[in-house]
Antibody
Framework: QVTLRESGPALVKPTQTLTLTCTFSGFSLSTSGMCVSWIRQPPGKALEWLARIDWDDDKYYSTSLKTRLTISKDTSKNQVVLTMTNMDPVDTATYYC???????????????WGQGTLVTVSA | EIVLTQSPATLSLSPGERATLSCRASQSVSSYLAWYQQKPGQAPRLLIYDASNRATGIPARFSGSGSGTDFTLTVSSLEPEDFAVYYCQQRSNRPPYTYTFGQGTKLEIK
């Protein structure tokens, strides 16, 4: 059974750095074809893809946010960490971690999502 | 960067009716397009991948079509549980691997 769970602060101040942790189970990020992504959703708005880290440690970022994002993994702990610098109130959103798989039944799309964690940016 | 435009923004229909949702890409994405369903307070769920393939466990009333820049999600006969927000998403097929979502279509009960 695949599960993902996001953790991190619910409130950050403007200009601070946000650090979110995704702890997952039911798969290994050392298995070929496995990836974890971060996706966010401001209240009442659309989804926005942020970053992806692959089993071989390749990393990909949103073009518009790449200067602020860093994604990393700790395979032994089954965790993926996302940091976002210089937080602003417009970054207020629910942040989801999600699994992406190369399996033919999914073909590099998201097949499992965490429940999401709401991060509010306010002084 | 590829932009996905979904229409309509809101679609009001009754149970039993047919729903047709559109997603247009600003440039060709070949068939690398997925559809997700999101209900209030829940994470999205994958419905369709690679434009026309139903994900595991998705009812046959959901179907996807299209290629290049124009895509359609069709729900043949709406069930009460189908009223939700639907997002299309494209993925790049070569590095750097990136994804883009559309702005969503809300399917509401008329």
């Amino acid at each position: 059974q695949v599960t993902l769970r996001e953790s991190g602060p619910a409130l950050v101040k403007p200009t601070q750095t946000l650090t979110l942790t995704c702890t997952f189970s039911g798969f290994s990020l050392s298995t070929s074809g496995m990836c974890v992504s971060w996706i966010r959703q401001p209240p009442g708005k659309a989804l926005e893809w942020l970053a992806r880290i692959d089993w071989d440690d390749d990393k990909y970022y949103s073009t518009s946010l790449k200067t602020r994002l860093t994604i990393s993994k700790d395979t032994s702990k089954n965790q993926v960490v996302l940091t976002m610098t210089n937080m602003d109130p417009v970054d207020t959103a629910t942040y989801y971690c999600a699994r992406i798989s190369s399996h033919y039944s999914v073909n590099w799309y998201v097949d499992y999502w965490g429940q999401g964690t709401l991060v509010t940016v306010s002084a | 960067e590829i932009v996905l435009t979904q229409s309509p923004a809101t679609l009001s229909l009754s149970p039993g009716e047919r729903a047709t949702l559109s997603c247009r890409a600003s440039q060709s994405v070949s068939s690398y397009l997925a559809w997700y369903q999101q209900k209030p307070g829940q994470a999205p769920r994958l419905l369709i991948y690679d434009a026309s393939n139903r994900a595991t466990g998705i009812p046959a009333r959901f179907s996807g079509s299209g290629s290049g820049t124009d895509f359609t999600l069709t729900v043949s006969s709406l069930e009460p549980e189908d009223f939700a927000v639907y997002y299309c998403q494209q993925r790049s097929n070569r590095p750097p691997y990136t994804y883009t979502f559309g702005q969503g279509t809300k399917l509401e009960i008329k």
